[in-house]
């Protein structure tokens, strides 16, 4: 995975693959992420297939895939519940309230076997995922991590994992072929319809207790904020459907890796218990200052994201005008894919680029080169979503530390990771729970 792509995509099609020198690839990310002087950075060429297929679809394109002003306006709403790290910090209680559930559910699985085995724990952790952002998204639960799933839950997961799957699939067949084998578009399209009816369905019961109510409730839930802002609902359904397909995969992929790799370094597993309990003090439950203390919970994290980025490569369309990297002149308009992935486990920027050495991070070591593992991307069109993410793993992996000793599955082999779009584990991971 040592190169860069640049692909051009059908139909503006003359789809080209460049492979890019090595030694461009970190100073490419820094060329293109850079850009100064774009007001609005996109990922996607106005003619892009994705671009025109979406345009299909019944409901508005929303944060991650508008443009433009239509995306400034909206991420500039969103910024300021999303990036101010004060308001980030007050969503500490109501997710602690689902990492408490989240180990009421680690419990009730690992009991269901003699060794303490729960196998296939991303899958349990899409869950976790999904209640944890609908929390912040509503401020109330949705029933995930209960004994007994939603079906709609479920199947509103399932079809996160279909569009991940399709999304490449979709995107590589020319619009012409679409039409001879029309099932790949028509399923991608069911699974964002479906997305879209969860969203709105969500959004909607949540509106008619406020209405119900008949309270002037303060802007606590993000969902809420929203809904005042004067957006058209359509635009309000469409936002929280995209930031809560955002939040599923990503936390679970990450809060399984993990796990797996301090399932699998129990020194480093035994370092972040200590200092956990010592921050803690006693206490049982962190807040979000608390685990602001914890710079080992953050260098795992960090260490977990370099090795395994669950959004392994990001793009970027510089429509201003043509851009030379090194001795490439890279078009206008051209989209440019950024292969994060191999840039993080480049030798070149990381001593033992494949082991899982979190202190690379901590003290004087931790001078590596800025671009050389960005997984929530770089700039003002990086992850709205990363304040959430980091707090939400951090009160997870504190309170799971807390209550077990993660070990591996006494009969399983090492996991590598796969992509499907988002990078996720390639066979299922097993870990066991003993209880402290
Ligand atoms: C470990 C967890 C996560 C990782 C590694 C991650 C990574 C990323 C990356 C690489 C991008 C593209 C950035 C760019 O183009 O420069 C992105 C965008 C985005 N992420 Fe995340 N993400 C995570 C969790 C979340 C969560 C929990 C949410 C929702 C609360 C979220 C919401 C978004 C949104 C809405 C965008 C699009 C932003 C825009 O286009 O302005 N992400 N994320």
């Known amino acids: 995975m040592g190169f860069l792509h640049l692909l051009w995509f059908p139909p503006t099609v003359q789809s080209h693959l460049l492979q890019v020198n090595y030694s461009y690839s970190v100073c490419m990310c820094m060329a293109v992420l850079q850009r100064i002087g774009v007001p609005t950075p996109s990922r996607l060429t106005k003619v892009s297939v994705r671009t025109c297929l979406i345009a299909e679809l019944p409901f508005s394109i929303s944060i991650i895939c ?13 910024g300021k519940h999303m990036l101010r ?18 180990l009421a559910k680690l419990q009730l699985r690992r009991r269901q076997s003699a060794s303490g085995l729960v196998t296939d724990i991303a899958d349990e952790f899409y869950r976790f995922g999904l209640e944890g952002i609908s929390s912040v998204l509503f401020e109330s639960r949705i029933g995930c991590l209960e004994p007994h ?18 999304t490449l699939l979709t995107m590589a067949m020319p619009g012409w072929l679409h039409r001879i084998f029309s099932k790949p578009w028509d399923t991608f399209c069911q ?6 009816q969860f969203g709105e369905h969500y959004t909607q019961i949540l509106h008619q207790e406020d209405i119900d109510t008949g309270e002037e409730v303060e802007g606590r839930y993000l969902t809420y904020f929203l809904s005042r802002q004067g957006l058209p609902m359509k635009t309000v359904y469409s936002n929280v459907t995209e930031l809560l397909l955002a939040g599923v995969d990503t936390i679970s992929s990450t809060l399984s890796w993990s796990l797996y790799e301090l399932s699998r370094h129990p020194e480093v597993q035994n370092a972040l218990r200590g ?17 602001a203390k914890m710079p080992l919970m953050k260098a795992v994290v960090k260490e977990v994201l370099r090795l395994y980025p669950v959004i392994p490569a990001n793009a970027r369309v510089i429509a201003e005008k043509d851009i030379q990297v090194g001795d490439y002149i890279i078009p206008k308009n051209t989209l440019i894919t950024l292969c994060h992935y191999a840039t993080s486990r480049d030798r070149r920027y990381f001593s033992d680029p494949d082991k899982f050495l979190p202190r690379r991070w901590l003290g004087q070591e931790q001078s590596h080169h800025p671009y050389a593992s960005v997984p929530f991307g770089v700039g003002k069109r990086s992850c709205i979503g990363r304040r959430i993410a980091q707090l939400e793993l951090y009160l997870a992996l504190a309170r799971i530390l807390i209550h077990f000793e993660v070990k591996p599955d006494p009969q399983g082999e090492a996991v590598c990771p796969m992509t499907r779009t988002l990078l996720v584990p390639k066979s299922p991971i097993n870990l066991q729970f003993i209880e402290r």
């Open 66 to 78: 508008s443009e433009g002003e239509e995306w400034q306006c909206v991420r500039s709403l969103l």
């Open 85 to 102: 790290p004060r308001a980030v910090e007050t969503y500490d209680v109501v997710l602690n309230g689902v990492v408490s559930d989240l």
């Open 149 to 166: 799933i939603p079906p709609e839950t479920d199947r509103f997961i399932q079809s996160i994992n279909t569009m991940f799957i399709l």
């Open 191 to 196: 699974c964002w319809d479906y997305m879209f």
């Open 275 to 291: 200092e956990v309990l010592t921050v803690l003090k006693g206490e049982k439950t962190p807040r979000a200052t608390d685990v």
